[in-house]
Nanobody, 120 residues
Framework: QVQLVESGGGLVQPGGSLRLSCAAS????????MGWYRQAPGKQRELVAD???????NYGDSVKGRFTISRDIAKNTVYLQMNSLKPEDTAVYYC??????????????WGQGTQVTVSS
């Protein structure tokens, strides 16, 4: 009943930029933290960045200084601005959202993923 729809992935040259978007829709009672994770072939899924409802952010070491996460609470949307992209950033990027339904009940939801490929 909750969907996270990602957009903005694609092919870009090293040093280029992409902007990812993720919009949550459906049965949303209370939207808490949102974030971006990525997974490359043969690798574990890793945190790229996350952001709380209050705007506090956290970044993985490999993307600090290059990526910026932001959100629009009114639109239930989180963004990831990716600059100075490197080939090692190539991965499937997944949107994540934590949604609460009261009485201590909350769930993590995941988007389908969007491919980001950085190559010459």
């Amino acid at each position: 009943q909750v969907q996270l729809v990602e957009s903005g992935g694609g092919l870009v040259q090293p040093g280029g930029s992409l902007r990812l978007s993720c919009a949550a829709s459906g049965r949303i009672f209370s939207l808490y933290d949102m974030g971006w994770y990525r997974q490359a072939p043969g690798k574990q899924r890793e945190l790229v960045a996350d952001i709380t409802r209050g705007g506090s952010t956290n970044y993985g070491d490999s993307v600090k200084g290059r990526f910026t996460i932001s959100r629009d609470i009114a639109k239930n949307t989180v963004y990831l601005q990716m600059n100075s992209l490197k080939p090692e950033d190539t991965a499937v990027y997944y949107c994540n959202a934590r949604i609460g339904y009261g009485a201590g009940i909350d769930y993590n939801y995941w988007g389908q993923g969007t491919q980001v490929t950085v190559s010459s």
